[in-house]
């Protein structure tokens, strides 16, 4: 949430009441206004995943030689996250990153940063790579958390936040990432949903926390649950309460709260190779000065018969076919998507979605409809790798991307979520990241 929401306390203090009202009238409008285009072209700070500059591609967060694992590390377990991205302006920029403890709603938390870091608070990138053998011209930078400069001294949410010139206010990108310290149990399983309606197309997940190690006054305020699919955050089940409390043991065993739509496999894009042709590639050709992959026209799927398909779950990979460091060599590409449809959408938009885009949906990956082809279709400027992706329907004035509106959903659909646990009661400052599990709805993690 914006930063100027924590100044509610301060506005109370000096003002009018009158003034009071209108000031927050006016702030809950901005901040409620997120699906809009001003809200997406300004420099407003979000603690969200967001890259707020154009010239800014490939924003990658993972751990470090795990590039599709999720941003997530443990507590002084020496794990290292890992954090890149490309500057396609070719310029000499100088970037620095600091991080942000947060709530687990992704709040700014009330500590300073001497209570989470230890180190330096704000730390220049100093590891960079020129890409070497490329049509685009750009420079790679990376750096992991926690260095030799900076580290994280408690659990949490934590939102990266990369900046030029010294100058916070000039950010480029806002990342988020967690660090846990595994304090509790946690028993999970992804299940046919117990109510009959839900049984062909969701997923039902229940899951038990033993808190024997926690101090917990309260179950329902103390504990809270965040489930994630994919690692997405515009459909995660929050909120949630006990149902049953037997000692130490939290159960959650809901049937219709804890539901997602078990959606669709992934569709691919394999741009490793100019050379080759992979499959789902309909052809390849050289329109100076870059190389174009023209996709094969993708399906609506909503009315179709479930089909497994080995997929990475919406993930990612960066890569070069014969290359030894894809960071710098790997080049960039026009990617060409079409999606046949009959008539286009009048409540709504279609986006393409996935880690290709960040998993956000706003203008940069918004399809256009072509009449003539009676297609949404959409081309992306990519880093040469193997990407996964859907469509998906975003309501007008919604923040939620609906597959199934095109992709349909099945039970079948094999799927990656992620459990946190957060801790907090009266005598806490900041809600700890006590447990992460992770589970699949068809392989054992």
């Given at each position: 949430?914006p930063?100027?929401?924590?100044?509610?306390?301060?506005?109370?203090?000096?003002?009018?009441?009158?003034?009071?009202?209108?000031?927050?009238?006016?702030?809950?409008?901005?901040?409620?206004?997120?699906?809009?285009?001003?809200?997406?072209d300004?420099?407003?700070?979000r603690?969200?995943?967001?890259?707020y500059?154009?010239?800014?591609?490939?924003?990658?967060?993972h751990?470090?030689?795990?590039?599709?694992?999720?941003?997530?590390?443990?507590?002084?377990?020496?794990?290292?996250?890992?954090?890149?991205?490309?500057?396609?302006?070719?310029?000499?920029?100088?970037y620095?990153f600091?991080?942000?403890?947060?709530?687990?709603?992704?709040?700014?938390?009330?500590?300073?940063?001497?209570?989470y870091?230890?180190?330096?608070?704000?730390n220049?990138?100093?590891?960079?790579?020129?890409?070497?053998?490329?049509?685009?011209?750009?420079?790679?930078?990376?750096?992991?958390?926690?260095?030799?400069?900076?580290n994280?001294?408690?659990?949490?949410?934590y939102?990266?936040?990369?900046y030029?010139?010294?100058?916070?206010?000039?950010?480029?990108?806002?990342?988020?990432?967690a660090v846990?310290?595994?304090?509790?149990?946690i028993?999970?399983?992804?299940?046919?949903?117990s109510?009959?309606?839900?049984?062909?197309?969701?997923?039902?997940?229940?899951?038990?926390?033993?808190?024997?190690?926690?101090?917990?006054?309260?179950?329902?305020?103390?504990?809270?649950?965040?489930?994630?699919?994919?690692?997405?955050?515009?459909?995660?089940?929050?909120?949630l309460?006990?149902?049953?409390?037997?000692?130490?043991?939290?159960?959650?065993?809901?049937?219709?709260?804890?539901?997602?739509?078990?959606?669709?496999?992934?569709?691919h894009?394999d741009?490793?190779?100019v050379?080759f042709?992979?499959?789902q590639?309909?052809s390849?050709?050289?329109?100076?000065?870059f190389?174009?992959?023209?996709?094969?026209?993708?399906?609506?799927?909503?009315?179709?018969r479930?089909?497994?398909e080995?997929?990475?779950?919406?993930?990612?990979?960066?890569?070069?076919e014969?290359?030894?460091?894809?960071?710098?060599?790997?080049?960039?590409?026009?990617?060409?998507?079409?999606?046949?449809y009959?008539?286009?959408e009048?409540?709504?938009?279609?986006?393409?979605?996935g880690?290709?885009?960040?998993?956000?949906?706003?203008k940069?990956?918004?399809?256009?409809?072509?009449?003539?082809?009676?297609?949404?279709?959409?081309?992306?400027?990519?880093?040469?790798?193997?990407?996964n992706?859907e469509?998906?329907?975003?309501?007008?004035?919604?923040?939620?991307?609906?597959?199934?509106h095109?992709?349909?959903?099945?039970?079948?659909?094999?799927?990656?979520?992620?459990?946190?646990?957060?801790?907090?009661?009266?005598?806490?400052?900041?809600?700890?990241?006590?447990?992460?599990k992770?589970?699949n709805?068809?392989k054992?993690?």
């Amino acid at each position: 949430m914006p930063r100027t929401i924590n100044n509610h306390k301060i506005i109370m203090k000096y003002l009018p009441k009158v003034i009071i009202i209108s000031i927050l009238l006016i702030v809950n409008l901005f901040v409620n206004a997120q699906t809009s285009d001003e809200f997406y072209d300004s420099n407003y700070l979000r603690y969200d995943n967001f890259v707020y500059k154009d010239y800014i591609q490939t924003v990658v967060a993972h751990e470090l030689n795990e590039p599709l694992s999720y941003p997530i590390i443990e507590l002084n377990r020496g794990q290292k996250l890992y954090i890149g991205f490309d500057d396609l302006s070719f310029d000499t920029r100088s970037y620095y990153f600091t991080v942000i403890h947060c709530s687990a709603d992704w709040e700014p938390s009330d500590l300073f940063a001497m209570d989470y870091i230890e180190g330096f608070e704000e730390n220049d990138i100093e590891n960079y790579n020129n890409s070497f053998n490329t049509f685009q011209k750009y420079t790679h930078y990376g750096f992991t958390i926690p260095n030799e400069n900076l580290n994280l001294k408690i659990s949490g949410n934590y939102l990266v936040i990369v900046y030029e010139d010294n100058d916070l206010e000039n950010r480029i990108l806002t990342q988020r990432i967690a660090v846990v310290e595994q304090q509790v149990d946690i028993t999970a399983v992804v299940k046919k949903p117990s109510l009959p309606k839900y049984r062909g197309n969701c997923h039902e997940i229940d899951f038990e926390i033993n808190t024997q190690n926690l101090e917990v006054v309260d179950p329902n305020s103390d504990i809270m649950p965040v489930v994630t699919q994919n690692n997405r955050h515009d459909n995660a089940i929050r909120h949630l309460n006990p149902q049953f409390v037997n000692n130490n043991i939290l159960t959650y065993d809901y049937n219709d709260k804890n539901l997602f739509f078990g959606g669709n496999e992934f569709h691919h894009a394999d741009l490793k190779s100019v050379r080759f042709k992979a499959d789902q590639i309909d052809s390849i050709y050289f329109e100076k000065p870059f190389y174009h992959f023209q996709l094969v026209a993708d399906p609506v799927r909503n009315y179709q018969r479930y089909s497994y398909e080995p997929d990475l779950n919406g993930k990612r990979l960066i890569k070069l076919e014969n290359s030894e460091n894809s960071n710098y060599e790997a080049d960039y590409v026009f990617a060409h998507f079409k999606l046949p449809y009959r008539q286009a959408e009048t409540k709504g938009n279609v986006y393409i979605f996935g880690s290709l885009t960040n998993w956000t949906f706003d203008k940069k990956n918004m399809m256009k409809y072509n009449a003539n082809e009676q297609a949404y279709e959409i081309s992306l400027f990519l880093k040469q790798g193997y990407y996964n992706y859907e469509y998906v329907f975003v309501e007008d004035g919604s923040n939620y991307a609906n597959e199934n509106h095109i992709e349909g959903s099945h039970y079948q659909t094999e799927t990656d979520y992620i459990i946190y646990v957060y801790f907090s009661n009266p005598s806490s400052q900041y809600d700890k990241l006590v447990g992460v599990k992770k589970l699949n709805s068809m392989k054992k993690i």
